[in-house]
């Protein structure tokens, strides 16, 4: 299995510009996360998934911030606009279960927003 | 509630000496834990994980940790450091709660091995 895949790996933008981050979760997986890591803050949970559905995006830090699940291969994490305070690198992980499971990570998403 | 508190955040240790990061736990429920690792640049990696089988649990690149309930602690040991080990650790908790899964990650410790 190839893993998570998470594109694209860098993206460097301009403040007000819209961001797609985009996620492959491993196929048959069924949980699928997104979180944010900055120096200041640490690793932050945005919003989770089980089957598609959005169970939980109370981490999700404003309107700006959107992300949508279509189908079980493929997950977005949008930013509209995108302001400096989003420089971050974003991950996204998956998992076979919920409750005891390991997660597994992608490489992650490093924007920078000037 | 479910906590997770890594007591070091950075840790320093020469090649060649045992290497201890601590890890503290609180959960209402019966949890899984997991330790990643996350080189520079790099996505997390899943180091080991105890899902209540054996206390004592071995992962990759000869880490290994002890999970003791009196405790509530899950520390990672290593017997010999190697420079390759340098990196940030993450101490996961795991569990379910009557609003479904909780995910909670440490604030992670800096591991510096010296030459």
Redesign the interface.
């Known amino acids: 299995d190839a893993g ?1 895949i998470q594109s694209p790996r860098h993206e460097v933008t301009e403040m007000g510009q819209e961001v797609t981050l985009r996620c492959k979760p491993i196929s048959g997986h069924d ?1 699928l ?1 997104w979180y944010r890591q900055t120096m200041m803050r ?2 932050e ?1 945005l919003i ?1 998934f ?1 089957n598609n559905v959005p ?2 995006d109370s981490g999700m830090p404003e309107d700006r911030f959107s992300a949508k699940m279509p189908n079980a291969s493929f997950s977005t994490l949008k930013i509209q606009p995108s302001e400096p305070r989003d420089s971050a690198v974003y ?1 996204c ?1 998956s998992s076979l279960g ?11 998403s ?1 924007l920078t927003v000037l | 509630a479910q906590s997770v508190t890594q007591l070091d955040s950075h840790v320093s240790v020469s090649e060649g000496t045992p290497v201890l990061l601590r890890c503290n736990y609180s959960s209402s429920y019966s949890p899984s834990l997991f330790w990643y690792v996350q080189h520079p640049n790099k996505g997390l990696q899943l180091l080991l994980k105890y899902t209540s089988a054996a206390t004592l649990v071995k992962g990759i690149n000869g880490f290994e940790a002890e999970f003791k309930k009196s405790e509530t602690s899950f520390h990672l040991t290593k017997p010999s450091a190697h420079m390759s080990d340098a990196a940030e650790y993450f101490c996961v908790v795991r569990g379910l709660n009557n609003a479904g899964n909780m995910l909670t990650f440490g604030g992670g410790t800096r591991l510096m091995v010296k030459p």
């Not at chain 1, 919920?98 to 992650?108: N, S």
């Open positions: 998570v949980y996360f640490g690793l949970l989770y089980n169970i939980d991950f992980a919920g409750g005891t499971g390991e997660l597994f990570f992608g490489e992650g490093r």
